[in-house]
């Protein structure tokens, strides 16, 4: 069938493990796919798990568990059973979030496994890439999830990883992640700034540092520690590995009433944005980082480090800034005691966060779609009438 109008609505499977909103990439498969929905288009959900509330108007395909004493037997599990499910009916489009083999579009959330070999000493990458079972059946799946039709990166950093290690150099698109600029919004700061800062007895003169992640030695929480200078306060949203740890560094660089570590927050950790005046995200290692964008569309200034995906987006010393070392990342802090600094940038932030929200990036998947699902519509009328989806 061909869509000469681009406008027909489209019946689209999407597959991910866990359609839920904890996590970023479950947290992006949601936001698009619910919006999606909304357009009117037909969602069809592939996953072992989800959340009842957000699956209203979809038509949900329970992938069953199975090998999940093991990640790698797990992915492999899901990639076979959603390929044995998509047989029984024909998609305009097959959308993947997980390793697999049987989709029209992969978005790629993180760096490659191939990729992180090479960052182990000599010894230790043979003994990995030869000797182990799991790394083959990772590699194996990774090289057939690289033939996917089109690629989404979810930065620029991912689909350089991609370049870098599968050599794929066409067919690969960029759509980061979104934020919601009406729940992220600096509106909210005149009436929740105040109660959570008198909680944790903030003076006014003081700058709030936020920091909200878990993996806090992936995040880089050990090099904002030591960056917190005189003047400052750092809370830390978030349940990450080795709590004492970071709790004894604080101690050691004479911050330890300075520093706040706060915990996993259930509820809405927007509250932490109006209390703050810099959010900072010093990954070693980032695909992307949404808690760049939330912060800015709080209106704040942000500092990335420039390991993170999400600093390919920073116009340095405009809208927020990027860093290379703890040194660097203290000056920034301190220049940004400066309330006008403070002030400029913030602005500069916002208009950077409004150009994307949610809704523009289901924009680019919704144009990315049509487009695929146009040829996969002439691509059927040169088959036989079979009816049936066959994977790559």
Not at 239 to 260: I, K, M, S
Not at 267 to 289: C, H, I, T
Not at 362 to 384: P, V
């Amino acid at each position: 069938m061909v869509f000469a109008s681009g406008k027909r609505n489209l019946k689209i499977a999407v597959l991910v493990r866990n359609f839920v909103t904890c996590g970023g990439m479950e947290r992006y498969a949601v936001e698009i796919a619910s919006r999606l929905r909304n357009r009117g288009h037909e969602i069809h959900l592939f996953c072992r798990e989800n959340d009842e509330r957000l699956v209203e108007g979809m038509i949900v395909h329970r992938v069953p568990r199975r090998w999940e004493f093991s990640s790698v037997l797990g992915s492999l599990g899901f990639a076979r059973d959603c390929a044995r499910l998509l047989k029984r009916e024909t998609y305009d489009i097959v959308h993947s979030h997980e390793r697999g083999y049987c989709q029209d579009v992969l978005t790629v959330h993180t760096f490659s496994y191939k990729g992180s070999l090479c960052r182990y000493p000599l010894l230790r990458r043979f003994d990995q890439t030869w000797l182990s079972y799991r790394s083959w059946v990772y590699l194996w799946l990774e090289a057939r999830q690289m033939q996917t039709r089109r690629l989404v990166a979810v930065s620029e950093i991912i689909r350089e990883d991609i370049r870098k290690h599968y050599h794929r150099l066409s067919g690969v698109d960029i759509i980061e992640p979104g934020v919601d600029a009406d729940l992220f919004n600096p509106d909210r700061i005149p009436a929740e700034r105040d109660s959570l800062r008198t909680k944790f007895s903030v003076a006014d003169t003081e700058t709030v540092v936020l920091f909200v992640g878990s993996e806090f030695k992936r995040k880089g929480l050990d090099r904002l520690i030591p960056a917190i200078g005189t003047g400052m306060r750092l809370l830390v949203v978030g349940r990450g590995e080795n709590l004492p740890f970071y709790q004894n560094l604080a101690v050691q660089h004479g911050v330890v009433w300075q520093v706040d570590f706060v915990g996993l927050v259930e509820d809405d950790v927007g509250r932490y944005y109006a209390a703050a005046d810099v959010v900072v995200l010093p990954s070693r290692v980032e695909a992307f980082g949404m808690t760049v964008l939330e912060g800015m569309a709080f209106g704040l200034p942000v500092v990335v480090s420039r390991e993170s995906g999400a600093s390919y987006l920073i116009n340095d010393g405009v809208d927020g800034f990027v860093f290379d070392n703890t040194p660097q990342l203290a000056t920034i802090l301190r220049n940004l005691s400066d309330g006008s600094l403070r002030k400029r940038v913030s602005e500069a932030a916002r208009l950077k966060a409004e150009q994307y929200s949610w809704d523009r990036q289901t924009d680019k998947y919704e144009r990315l779609f049509r487009e695929l699902a146009t040829d996969r519509g002439l691509d059927r009328e040169r088959e036989a009438g079979s009816g049936k989806r066959s994977c790559t």
